[in-house]
């Protein structure tokens, strides 16, 4: 009687729609429209790109290329939801890369701008960076499965939880107290549903009601003067000029006008690839300890895949699978909210809109369902993994840490007119600030994590020759600049990448080897840990 039970549940079509849906549509929606509006920003005011390439040009192919991406993966939990006859299946969320829309923007395009004063030479050539891109993400999608097969889940889930604590709950965080009117209050909407489980009344999304509070406190706050939340009519006013229909159109000739940039293209492009196969497989491992297990392989293939379609239509910045498939499952998304996300792409980039809702709700509003998915993420790492594993995933963590701390001392010395090395690496260190060790260790740290945090697994369950891997790998990676290093090289310290780092991990590599042996041999037992003194 099970086993029919079980097959009239597969034979079964799953449901496209249902309640939870919209919880996930609220949640992620707004979160891809926050990534949406930050980049329109860059492209507006930091690249100076004129209003036509933006909103005629490459928003237009940005939503045709994640309406691909999600209802492909859509589609993937259909099938997953179809051959196991579950009703839980959640689809994998996917979009811009948002590690990457800043490292396109600063890294490629910006250099590219200022050296020619043309903004579509910038374009041009992060159009040709995408494109490289794209074809590592594809051959890379075959690689990845043997990755993710040989690294334990608290080295993947913990350098994922460093990129969630540091990339994307602090900024949120910081915003909701810079404006805490809004910010906390919309935290709390958000926290006594997704945490608390209380439900709003006739089933109102608690992103849709934190969204509609933040709109009421701050156009409210105006009427008083207090101006919570930047809001003004004659913002909404100014951005009207942007609303028109405009659909994607090919841009091979831009594209392969970019190779013009190739040394510098190239420099960035495959570290960069890297990390998108080692953040993909972070993700599809957070989503198989949620219960939902997708193919690697057809992952990081569909991202390359997309990512080169919205390139030859005239898009600059990457696809990938997001961080944060947990939290909408836990809001109750199944399939739709995915689908549905991607329809909404197509109708905010394709009619112009995104500048209207950039003056109609305040992004603060935002930041605490950002905030939300940082910390669900943070906690999988804990909750998924083996107690004592969890020296590991703190481990993991010092990487992204050292990123995040590094990137506000750059940006605040940039702010100053100003740079780390005028300043002084020696006058820094007297004050604290061992920037000199952030730059190495934040360089490359997700694959950092990634490599420590196995390292320090191993070593716990005393298998230390998979540990000596690991951390011959990190010599090698670390020596090509692949860690460690800001571009890859070849063992030269004019290049940016670090032999002395290198030659560290394969002496441990070695030490951990002779351990191993011992081990072998049956010369060593395990010993209690030593006492430590109280002060």
Known sequence: METKTMETTRDAKPALWVPGDWNAFFGF??????????????????????????????????????????????????????ETGRTDVCALPSGVSVPHM???????????????????????????WVFIQSFILMIGGFVAPIIRKITPRAALLGTLAGVSVAFISM???????????????????ILVSWFGNLRYPKGIPAG??????????????????????????????????TIGFSVPLPAFGRVFGGFEFLGLILVTAIPFGIYDLVEAMDNVESASAAGDSYPTTRVLTADGVVSLIGCIMGNPFINAVYIGHPGWKSMGGRIGYSAATGLMVIVLSWLGIVSLLVALVPVVAISPILLYIGMLIG?????ETPHKHAPAIVLAFTPHLASWAKTLIDGALGAAGTDAAKVGLDKLANVGVLYQGLTYLGDGAILTGLVLGAIAVFIIERQFSRAAGFAGAGAVLTYFGFMHGPAVGFGAHGLGVTPQIALAYAIVAAFLAGCAQVEKAGIATSAPPEPVAAE
């Open 29 to 82: 929606g707004t979160n891809i429209l926050v990534n949406m509006l930050v980049l329109t920003g860059l492209l507006r005011f930091v690249l100076k790109m004129p209003d036509q390439i933006v909103f005629g040009r490459i928003l237009p192919a940005l939503g045709l290329m994640m309406c691909l991406s999600t209802f492909y993966y859509a589609y993937l939990a259909y099938k997953l939801a179809k």
């Open 171 to 189: 900024r949120p965080a910081l915003e909701m107290f810079m404006t805490p009117v809004i910010g906390l209050v919309c935290f709390g909407i």
């Open 102 to 128: 800043f490292i396109v923007t600063f890294v490629i395009m910006l250099p590219v701008m200022l050296k020619t004063s043309d903004p579509v030479k910038a374009w041009e050539a992060g159009l040709a």
């Open 208 to 241: 849709l009601v934190a969204i509609a509070a933040g709109m009421l406190i701050a156009w409210g706050s105006n009427i008083f003067g207090l101006g919570y939340g930047g809001m003004s009519l004659d913002k909404l006013a100014g951005s009207l000029s």
């Open 379 to 383: 906690a999988q790492a804990f909750q």
